[in-house]
């Protein structure tokens, strides 16, 4: 057990509501990451973090926004849900150096109405 | 940027023979990695196995093989006397020197016994 747990597993909330996902790990791993999974997309990138407070955008971070004020803990933010929002929602963990690839959380269902 | 392709999005197999999924990709990069993860129904994504570009061997796990053509860009997966638990989703990545891993848009693979 990589030691990556996400919060909540399943949620559904109301168009226009804030929502926040919370990934938690206790492998003082560099970087975090936030994938959303929509069926025929596969996984795609929303924002990544490489340290604490250092964070980048990935290619579908509209509506999103993250933050990471402690090595262990990267929260992801959905400003204003929206049903297009409506995705699993994977975070995922790396120690960095290109041999590695990721040790991914379970997954969030977020469910937007 | 680099992308990742899987061209089949479904294949089917009887237990116990062999299968052989598709990926290819495009990079100007001369040093990455590449990935075959697995997605079960129970959604955990499972790291099957991982290629490095610069070693020509292909690399093995057990049932799972690759078959690395660096300058076809094609990298895909082999799964030898197949079982019911191998059924799932299997995501091609590829991983550069962005520390980002980018998904093909995946493939269901069904086992039928």
């Known amino acids: 057990d990589a030691g990556i747990t996400q919060s909540p597993r399943h949620k559904v909330t109301e168009t226009g509501t804030p929502v926040t996902l919370r990934c938690h790990q206790t492998?003082?791993?560099?970087?975090m990451y936030w994938y959303r999974q929509d069926p025929g997309h596969g996984l795609r990138l929303i924002h990544y973090s490489y340290g604490v407070k250092d964070t980048d955008k990935g290619e579908v971070s509209d509506g999103y926004s993250v933050s990471r004020s402690k090595t262990e803990d990267f929260l992801l933010t959905l400003e204003s849900a929206t049903s297009s929002q409506t995705s699993v929602y994977f975070c995922?963990?790396?120690?960095?150096?290109?041999?590695?690839?990721?040790?991914f959380g379970s997954g969030t269902r977020l469910t937007v109405v | 940027a680099q992308t990742v392709t899987q061209s089949q999005p479904e294949m089917s197999v009887q237990e116990a023979e062999t299968v052989t999924l598709s990926c290819t990709y495009d990079?100007?990069?001369?040093?990455?990695?590449l990935f075959w993860y697995k997605q079960p129904p129970s959604r955990q994504m499972i790291l099957v196995i991982r290629?490095?570009?610069?070693?020509?061997q292909n690399a093995t796990e057990n049932r799972f093989s690759v078959n690395f053509q660096k300058a076809a860009k094609s990298f895909s997966l082999k799964i030898s006397d197949s079982q019911l638990g191998d059924a799932a989703m299997y995501f091609c990545a590829y991983r550069g020197g962005s520390e980002k891993l980018v998904f093909g848009k995946g493939m269901k693979l069904t086992v039928n016994p």
């Open positions: 990079t100007s990069e001369s040093d990455y990695y």
């Open positions: 290629q490095e570009a610069y070693k020509q």
């Open positions: 995922a963990i790396s120690e960095g150096g290109r041999s590695y690839g990721y040790t």
């Open positions: 492998e003082n791993h560099r970087y």
